[in-house]
């Protein structure tokens, strides 16, 4: 079935430090893929999305690129600032009907 | 704005009481979801609907069940609680229409702890 893994556990960066968050994901076909961000004490948020290879998803500084072939969806900015501390999900969509299926999470902490 | 809300936020209960956990949204959205959050778990679905009447099981359905009798609702029944099932629970909407881009758009959650 679908599936999602993403960098496991925490990460921990001193502002303006770049980041990464690993993705990966099976599934057949193009499914559309997702990051969700999560603020201590609120509920997950969309934050982009990209539906097919080689597209670029960004919002408020991150950004990842479908890569078909690696089967990933990496997120990445360039300069984390603390306010970005928060837990990160990757996610998948494989049709129309079909349900999202989420990573375990990745706990960003920023430190300042 | 999109709007999820869910009651209560928080609740104890005991084990073998019955819980129920409430979903409210006014997006209009037909598709709406429950998820529970644990550590090393990240969000796991438990049921969903595609409208009025009609409920899914997800991932882990056992041991909840699912009500949506509007539009606009959607709860999550614990007949039986058990320890196992302490945890925080989300509720989601989606709009069908936007196919597999369409995002989901989460409440702020409930903290279940069964004693």
């Known amino acids: 079935g679908d599936s999602v893994t993403q960098t496991e556990g925490q990460v921990a960066l001193s502002e303006e430090d770049f980041l990464t968050i690993h993705c990966n994901y099976s599934a057949s076909g193009y499914p559309a893929l997702f990051w969700y961000v999560q603020y201590p004490g609120e509920g997950p948020q969309f934050l982009f999305r990209a539906s097919r290879d080689k597209e670029k998803g960004s919002s408020r500084g991150f950004e990842a690129t479908y890569n078909k072939e690696a089967t990933s969806f990496h997120l990445q900015k360039a300069s984390v600032q603390e306010s970005d501390s928060a837990v990160y999900y990757c996610a998948l969509r494989g049709s129309a009907l079909g349900r999202l299926h989420f990573g375990a999470g990745t706990q960003l902490i920023v430190i300042p | 704005e999109a709007a999820v809300t869910q009651s209560p936020r928080n609740k104890v209960a005991v084990t073998g009481g019955k819980v129920t956990l409430s979903c409210n949204q006014t997006n209009n959205h037909n598709n709406m979801y429950w998820y529970r959050q644990d550590t090393g778990h990240g969000l796991r679905l438990i049921h969903y609907s595609y409208g009025a009447g009609s409920t899914e099981k997800g991932d882990i359905p056992d041991g909840y069940k699912a009500s949506r009798p509007s539009q606009e609702n959607f709860s999550l029944i614990l007949e039986l609680a058990t320890p196992s099932q302490t945890s925080v629970y989300f509720c989601?909407?989606?709009?069908?229409?936007?196919?597999?881009?369409?995002?989901?758009?989460f409440g702020p959650g409930t903290r279940l702890t069964v004693l």
């Open positions: 989601a909407s989606g709009d069908a229409l936007g196919g597999p881009y369409a995002e989901q758009f």
